[in-house]
């Protein structure tokens, strides 16, 4: 099956300093890919939307001047965590859709942020 | 999109047959329910998924009565690394992004 594939799997950061995180569907081309993020015992929640060519849109909430996306090719997607600070502490995870309708969606391996 | 509520926690035994089972009353006409599994520090992984009746693959089944708004994972035969949080959603996978509920969290017990 499709194979989307994350990078790095964790990263400890100190405060203020950013961090890249890439995402990159191995043998498909995906248009759009979606960034969540998940805090302990709790669900996924979807941080922003990003989109090959074109800006990203974000969710309600969710800074975009803290979080850069960056989709510049139709198989790579970045996830900028900017000035970073403990509160962004997260598991990060990608993920782009089926490639027909209805189809599963495929998730990154997730990105363990910790920032100290 | 719709919404999805299914029980916080389960635990279960080695070999048992387990069910969880998904509301989602205000499921639309093109919805598909999809369940994923997901370990501690890992991204999802599909499990299965369906539209109506029953769909059975090598890992689950999926249960889907006539009206659609509920559904029931069957895990048959579970083991200890079966031990996870299961999500079901309802959307359009294929379209955009989809909308995690709180899962389920599965113990199996040995």
């Known amino acids: 099956g499709a194979v989307v594939s994350q990078h790095p799997s964790w990263v400890i950061c100190k405060s203020g300093t950013s961090v890249k995180i890439e995402c990159r569907s191995l043998?498909?081309?995906?248009?759009?890919m979606f960034w969540y993020r998940q805090f302990p015992k709790q669900s996924l929640m979807l941080m922003a939307t990003s989109n090959e060519g074109s800006k990203a849109t974000y969710e309600q909430g969710v800074e975009k001047d803290k979080f850069l996306i960056n989709h510049a090719s139709l198989t790579l997607s970045t996830l900028t965590v900017t000035s970073a600070h403990p509160e962004d502490s997260s598991f990060y995870i990608c993920?782009?859709?089926?490639?027909?309708?209805?189809?599963?969606?495929?998730f990154g391996q997730g990105t363990r942020l910790t920032v100290v | 999109l719709a919404k999805t509520t299914q029980p916080i926690s389960m635990d279960s035994y080695e070999g048992q047959e387990v069910n969880i089972t998904c509301s989602h009353n205000n499921i639309a006409t093109n919805d598909y329910i999809t369940w994923y599994q997901q370990f501690p520090s890992q991204g999802p992984r599909f499990i299965i998924q369906?539209?109506?009746t029953k769909v059975t693959n090598e890992v689950a089944s999926l249960f889907i009565p006539a009206d659609r708004k509920s559904s029931t994972l069957s895990l048959p035969r579970v083991s200890l690394s079966d031990t996870a949080v299961y999500y079901c959603l309802v959307g359009e996978p294929g379209r955009r992004a989809l909308t995690f509920g709180s899962g389920t969290r599965l113990q199996v017990q040995p």
């Open positions: 993920s782009a859709p089926g490639r027909g309708l209805n189809t599963e969606a495929f």
């Open positions: 369906g539209y109506k």
């Open positions: 043998d498909f081309q995906a248009t759009t």
